[in-house]
């Protein structure tokens, strides 16, 4: 490692050290331990806000955004030992959101300098949070068919419609959605891609109650809602493009869920079914299953592993993450089944601590959301396999 | 350690596409099974191979080898998976000369090592006794006689093993069938008193022989490694062959595919190239997944062998297992998606599920490998 790097590590661990505070070293394990930021969000604790706050200042919470505009401005080399260095001391992260997951890197890519200006510090801040705007209720899997309506009034935009699956928009301050802005043109043709402040009487959210009985996702309602006239990203009617790039970005995140620091299934199975004399999980049917399901997912992490080191050697082709999608969310689907299967009873139960049951019929959206399985596929036998027709 | 190839590996992946698609396709097999030879693979081909380094590939600089490691060994399993090239390749290059190569004395390494690099001397490794890969039910037994020993027993599915100018046999010192202690490895030449070999025709048109040991003498120099702790070695060895098959079957998964997908593009039913059919899309793109899926674990389980062979049992069983399931989906798939056609000897495809079974069951199949991985991780 360069000497540069290496006092970077120094200088990092150093400051680490003085201003992660303790209470932030553990790990996360309820849903109010993340800190999603916005006008409405509660902090658990001043522990919480200090963390997200020293963080910000830094523009740590999204280390390799320019720094123009509030990032941290790391190399990619930087970021890594950051990410090292964090992990080290099991530092929660200090901001989770949509805002830096999905909308901040569509904005750098097609936002213009205003709206990057005006936006992006608040991401990095946790200041704003973002829901996101896409399905409609007769547009799911053919999202481009979107009837939203988003008329030019001459000094503002006016938006009438509905949408839905808005996850956690109940929650959020400001929305990006797409709409229709030219009902003639093609499907993909007449789609813009425009922010609004959801802090105005014509915006409406009610949520939705899942078989999981949780309400992560909502309806959101469009009557005569206000745009300003500068609020469309990437240029009038040229939203697909937009809207493309960010379920890329979302599609990657959907793939990651039930990968990476989660406890093997295999040490789980173990402390509740128990193993035999030999040390074998007692149930050998469930073994088998389970040791497959371990064997799958270590392929699927080098998989994720091998498409970003040949991304940023400028190798791959970006329709891999539509079989990153379809994968990582049947796999997901599969591990949880499995984890029911091991919990038997007690996994039974509605509302328990662990709440299994909840996580289970959660993880049946994973292949719905983002674009279903059966549509992923079809991307692959387009993109990937040029099939005709496809 | 990066998952990209770098630029010699890349290389060296162009070049023996380049060289396995004109000199050994799979219409080389053919002619090989068609013409009845007893050798189950081309010798020529063999020696142009060892000419480019193949044959030495993790042999070190010093025994005239190439010493490019493990990763770039699989990267030609690989390639000669897509083209079914029969040759001793895995048993020689890849097995015996990681077993002497770490476990050889000086003398075995000076003896072997060159000739192997050459091309001259191919090697097999005998360790099954029945019809399941069981690598610690050794029943064939070593017992001391003078400085030396004497062996008895019968070694089976042992891959060119009727070829080969060196046997290396897992055989009982010490201990009961089955145990892990008590097993010693021998390096036992081919023309040695009272061994002999039964070459066997299998289903992928390549040999495995059955060997007898009936009171084979051997002096104490024909021990590899130490008397009695010959199991952790072995496994070492299976292990090297293990990755080296499963990057093999990544090869031919991957051919199928491009075989099969060519073939959507090009038949026509019902007015339309069946391509267009989204029943025969997904099955496709399904079977995409899961090869991209099959050939980053066998990068990693390579890696491990480069980086740290003691500790790589529990990726080299991961990808074994995994690949062992892909590469046999693959084969499956290509004959149902081809049709008709796909169940014809004339045609190549059938070549592909063939090979695939016998290089799925070789050194533990998928349900095998499942099992270790378990067994690996503690459940």
Redo the contacts between chains.
């Keep these: 490692m360069s000497d540069d790097l290496e006092k970077f590590r120094e200088e990092t661990r150093a400051w680490l050290e003085e201003n992660c505070p303790e209470e932030m070293r553990t790990p996360m394990s309820v849903d109010t331990n993340a800190c999603w930021g916005g006008k409405k969000f509660k902090f658990e604790s001043d522990a919480q806000k200090l963390w997200l706050d020293r963080m910000a200042e830094r523009g740590w919470t999204v280390p390799e955004w320019p720094k123009e505009y509030g990032g941290g401005g790391l190399s990619k080399a930087e970021a890594k030992i950051l990410a090292a260095e964090m992990k080290r001391i099991k530092a929660r992260p200090p901001l989770i959101s949509f805002g830096i997951w999905m909308l901040g890197p569509a904005l750098l890519k097609y936002g213009s300098e205003e709206q990057k200006q005006e936006h992006i510090p608040k991401i990095v801040r946790g200041e704003i949070r973002w829901a996101q705007g896409y399905s409609e209720p007769n547009s799911g899997s053919d999202l481009a068919s979107l009837q939203t309506k988003c008329e030019d009034k001459g000094d503002h935009y006016l938006i009438n419609g509905q949408k839905v699956w808005t996850s956690y928009a109940d929650e959020a301050d400001w929305i990006f959605v797409l709409v229709r802005t030219d009902p003639e043109a093609k499907k993909h043709e007449g789609i813009s891609f425009i922010l609004v402040d959801m802090d105005q009487p014509g915006v409406t959210t009610k949520p939705i109650k899942l078989i999981s009985g949780k309400s992560p996702f909502c309806e959101t309602f469009f009557d005569d809602a206000k745009a300003e006239k500068d609020a469309i990203v990437g240029g009038l009617n040229k939203g697909w493009t937009v809207a493309k790039y960010l379920l890329t970005h979302e599609r990657e995140m959907i793939s990651g869920m039930g990968s990476g620091s989660m406890r093997?299934i295999?040490?789980i199975?173990?402390q509740q079914i128990g193993?035999d004399e030999q040390?074998?999980?007692a149930d050998p049917i469930l073994?088998?299953d389970?040791?497959?399901m371990?064997?799958?997912g270590?392929?699927?992490m080098?998989?994720m592993?091998?498409f970003?080191?040949?991304a940023?050697?400028g190798?791959g082709t970006g329709a891999?993450s539509s079989?990153l999608k379809?994968?990582g969310t049947e796999l997901n689907k599969k591990r949880l089944e499995l984890m029911m299967d091991s919990a038997g009873s007690d996994g039974l139960e509605w509302g328990a601590e662990e709440d299994v049951a909840a996580q289970w019929l959660r993880t049946k959206a994973n292949s719905i959301e983002g674009g279903t399985s059966?549509v992923q596929?079809?991307v692959?036998?387009k993109r990937?396999?040029?099939?005709?027709?496809? | 350690m990066a998952m990209v190839l770098n630029e010699e590996q890349e290389m060296l992946k162009d070049m023996a596409k380049g060289f396995l698609t004109e000199k050994a396709p799979v219409s080389q097999l053919r002619s090989l099974r068609d013409s009845g030879g007893t050798d189950g693979f081309d010798r020529g081909t063999w020696g142009a191979m060892a000419e480019m380094g193949w044959a030495g590939v993790v042999v070190p600089e010093e025994h005239d080898g190439v010493a490019m490691g493990y990763q770039a060994a699989g990267l030609i399993a690989e390639e000669m998976g897509r083209t079914l090239t029969a040759s001793p390749y895995v048993s020689t290059a890849i097995m015996g000369a990681t077993a002497l190569n770490k476990y050889g004395s000086a003398d075995q390494k000076n003896e072997w090592l060159p000739k192997l690099a050459a091309g001259g001397a191919l090697m097999a490794v005998a360790v099954d006794e029945a019809r399941k890969h069981a690598p610690s039910s050794v029943a064939t037994k070593a017992e001391r006689a003078g400085n030396g020993f004497k062996l008895s027993g019968e070694k089976s599915f042992v891959a060119d093993g009727s070829v080969a100018d060196a046997l290396i046999v897992s055989a009982r010192t010490e201990g009961a069938e089955g145990d892990e202690d008590g097993i010693t490895l021998f390096l036992v030449p081919r023309d040695s008193a009272g061994l002999s070999a039964e070459a066997k025709s299998m289903v992928d048109s390549r040999n495995a022989a059955t060997i007898k040991l009936d009171g084979v003498e051997l002096t104490a120099d024909a021990v590899l490694g130490e008397v009695d702790g010959g199991y952790q070695p072995l496994e070492v060895i299976l292990n090297a062959g293990r990755a080296g098959l499963a990057a093999e079957m990544s090869g031919s998964a991957q051919e199928c595919l491009t075989r099969t997908v060519d073939y959507l593009k090009e038949r026509k039913q019902f007015g339309r190239t069946i391509g267009e059919f989204q029943a025969l899309q997904h099955r496709a793109s399904h079977l995409y997944s899961e090869i991209e899926v099959g050939k980053s674990v066998v990068m990693k389980a390579l890696q491990m062998m480069d980086q740290a062979p003691e500790m790589a049992g529990l990726m080299v069983s991961a990808a074994k297992a995994k690949l062992g399931q892909v590469a046999q989906l693959a084969a499956q798939e290509s004959i149902q998606m081809h049709g008709g056609i796909g169940m014809t000897d004339e045609f190549d495809i059938g070549f592909f599920i063939k090979r695939v079974r016998v290089a799925e069951a070789l050194y533990g199949d998928a349900n095998f490998h499942t099992e270790r991985y378990a067994r690996l991780r503690g459940f």
Excluded: H, W
Excluded at chain 1, 384 to 390: D, K, Q, R, T, V
């Design positions: 093997p295999g040490d199975a173990a193993l040390g074998r999980l073994r088998a389970v040791a497959r371990e064997i799958d270590l392929a699927f080098a998989t592993e091998r970003k080191d040949e940023k050697a190798q891999n079989m379809y994968y059966e596929l079809n692959i036998s990937i396999l040029e099939l005709p027709g496809a």
